[in-house]
């Protein structure tokens, strides 16, 4: 489907935000999807990717209703229209600080926490505008297609994604020697653009409009020249030669019992590219592993800030269950649990300063943009996402093991067991069962549920493996002040 084309017809010309219902309609498109043993030509037809792409539709009509999302939409003037807030890149401080309350809007307004819907994949494509001088030196159309996607993705409001992880093969070879499929690779050059042969994996592509697709290489054994080193915007997910071949969902619960997970999860899939064309115009980068490396090292400069918001709002959520938790029952008058409490108070603080910090340390970028402090970022990224499972083991320790032998809203609002539940699970007028039942609910789904460990998961890969995230710190890290103390206080 051409995004930019059915825009043109539907969109009235004051707005170029997309509803929900257009992009509902721009992905029924006739893909190959395969999700719990069946295949599919559209994620709508199934019942649990549906579930997740109507909550990407509540989030595109949220956004352009200042009822809901007060921030979400800004004119731009060159466009003569509306455009989506959380796509622009950051001018100034101050569309930081516009960015986190959209985004905390957002989550109040569908009631869930998704970590990738688009805003957090874009700023990929504010780095390399940041990269534009080197860019085009080295390829001058290459620079002009990222220039034209920047401005496709301002004006036409794609639900974007990202294709950064192969299934890799043997680490320790060079891409050339590894069993030739694992990583994706160009495997023919034609007039009308690659053809490209591999998988994938990505968050969102069985509903998504179009994907960054990049490799994730950091050894390319000295070469120059590789075709691996490729990188390109894919919006044809309905190519015959492309598959998407789902993980189970995890939403398949009712609401009553798993009211996150049962509202929509965010399916990975692999996306296999069988001899797929790739229209030159598409090309961000290719044989050249030099350019491959300069997009890769500043891949999350911008998007790190949306992931550490998905974190600050976590931790925000963890604290906040453990609070109702221990309040219900008069815990918080506890010395002991206070202390447990204000460990999870100082983890969402230290999101929060991380966040605050980064903002106003930062220094304008290449591009102009407001580009958050890199070291500050990469440092709260990596300990932010370190330190999440204390954050839900702490929590599990302060709700205490009732919640996860109590049963299920089918058993616990039974005829027979109604009276039973209410005599053993009512604490006050406040807190009577069925209120508690609500709370337990919630609090199963963030710490017992398959849902909660993947989501241990992605914060710990999603934006790539400890060891990669700290490297990133070493290399973003500049010693000088660090080792001068060091000098004059040792007086060497
Ligand atoms: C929930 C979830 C969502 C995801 N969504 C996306 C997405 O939308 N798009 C996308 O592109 N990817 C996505 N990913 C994939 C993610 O990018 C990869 O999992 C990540 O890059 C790590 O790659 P890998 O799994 O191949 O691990 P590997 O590279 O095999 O690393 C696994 C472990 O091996 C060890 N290791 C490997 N190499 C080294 C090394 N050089 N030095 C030290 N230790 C090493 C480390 O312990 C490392 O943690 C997602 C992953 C998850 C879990």
Redesign the pocket.
């Known amino acids: 489907m051409n995004i930019q084309r059915d825009l043109k017809a539907i969109v009235p010309d004051e707005t170029r935000m997309r509803s929900g219902e257009q992009y509902l309609d721009s992905i029924c498109d006739g893909r190959n999807i395969f999700i719990h043993g069946k295949k599919y030509d559209s994620a709508l037809r199934n019942p649990e990717l549906n579930k997740t792409a109507n909550l990407r539709a509540q989030i595109y009509d949220a956004l352009k209703d200042p009822g809901r999302v007060k921030k979400g939409a800004i004119f731009d003037a060159e466009a003569g229209a509306w455009v989506s807030r959380l796509h622009t890149p950051p001018l100034r401080k101050e569309d930081w600080y516009d960015k986190l309350e959209i985004l905390e809007d957002v989550f109040l307004d569908v009631r869930h926490l998704p970590s990738?819907v688009g805003d957090e994949?874009i700023p990929a494509v504010w780095s390399m505008m940041d990269g534009l001088p080197f860019i085009r030196d080295r390829n001058p159309s290459f620079a002009n297609n990222i220039e034209r996607h920047m401005q496709n993705i301002l004006w036409n409001d794609p639900y974007h994604?990202?294709?950064?992880?192969?299934?890799?093969g043997n680490?320790s070879s060079n891409p050339e020697d590894r069993e030739a499929d694992l990583l994706l690779r160009v495997v023919k050059e034609t007039d009308a653009g690659l053809i490209v042969r591999g998988a994938?994996?990505?968050?969102?592509a069985a509903y998504a409009n179009q994907a960054f697709v990049k490799p994730?290489v950091?050894n390319w054994g000295g070469q120059e020249l590789s075709p691996y080193a490729v990188g390109f915007l894919w919006n044809r997910f309905n190519d015959a030669n492309v598959k998407i071949v789902c993980r189970d969902a995890y939403s398949r619960h009712d609401a009553a019992d798993r009211p996150l997970s049962a509202r929509a999860d965010e399916v990975?899939s692999m996306v296999i590219f069988d001899d797929a064309l790739v229209p030159w115009e598409d090309v961000f980068f290719y044989n050249d592993t030099k350019l491959a490396n300069f997009v890769r090292g500043s891949l999350h400069r911008y998007s790190m800030f949306m992931f550490m918001t998905r974190l600050y709002a976590l931790g925000k959520l963890y604290a906040g269950v453990a609070f109702l938790n221990c309040d219900q029952n008069s815990g918080t008058k506890i010395p002991q649990v206070r202390e447990k409490l204000a460990e999870l108070i100082s983890y969402k603080e230290m999101a929060h300063a991380f966040i605050v910090g980064a903002i106003e340390t930062g220094s304008v970028s290449p591009a102009g943009y407001w580009m958050p402090n890199q070291p500050m970022m990469y440092s709260g990224r990596y300990l932010l996402c370190e330190n999440l499972h204390k954050i839900i083991h702490i929590t599990r320790e302060l709700c205490g093991g009732q919640p996860p032998l109590t049963a299920g809203h089918e058993t616990f609002f039974m005829e027979e067991v109604r009276d039973i539940s209410r005599k053993y699970y009512s604490l006050s007028d406040g807190w009577d069962h069925e209120r508690r039942h609500k709370l337990i609910s919630l609090t199963n789904d963030l710490l017992n549920s398959e849902y909660s460990n993947?989501r241990l998961?992605?914060y710990?890969?999603?934006?790539?493996?400890?060891?990669?995230q700290k490297n990133a710190i070493f290399n973003s890290h500049d010693f000088a002040s660090c080792s001068q103390l060091a000098r004059v206080l040792a007086d060497i």
């Not at 994604?161 to 192969?166: F, P, Q």
């Open positions: 990738r994949t994604v990202s294709g950064n992880a192969d299934p890799k680490r994938k994996y990505e968050t969102g994730t950091a990975e993947y998961n992605f710990m890969f999603a934006h790539s493996p400890p060891f990669a």
